[in-house]
């Protein structure tokens, strides 16, 4: 059986070891936790870039069949 001094550094040892991956555990946790904040929060207004240019404004410039139906519809000019 060991010695009562062998014990005592041994479980001083022991607590040591478990407090430092305590706090690597926590401080890791705390620093994933600050990421995940940062990257996944809300975006505040004017924080985010939007450059407000249409991907394809020659598009817009003749409208087709559907949209001119559909102004047709919403106006009343529909014959049925």
């Known amino acids: 059986m060991a010695e009562p001094t062998t014990r005592?550094?041994?479980?001083?040892?022991?607590?040591?070891s478990f407090l430092v991956m305590l706090y690597y555990i926590l401080r890791q946790a705390r620093d994933n936790r600050k990421i995940a904040?940062?990257?996944?929060?809300?975006?505040?207004?004017?924080?985010?870039?939007?450059?407000?240019?249409?991907?394809?404004?020659?598009?817009?410039e003749e409208p087709d069949d559907d949209?001119?139906?559909?102004?047709?519809?919403?106006?009343?000019?529909?014959d049925n």
């Open 37 to 60: 904040i940062d990257d996944f929060g809300p975006n505040i207004a004017g924080s985010d870039v939007i450059s407000g240019a249409a991907k394809n404004p020659k598009q817009f």
């Open 8 to 16: 005592v550094i041994a479980y001083a040892l022991f607590v040591v």
């Open 67 to 78: 949209a001119l139906e559909e102004m047709a519809e919403l106006l009343g000019d529909n």
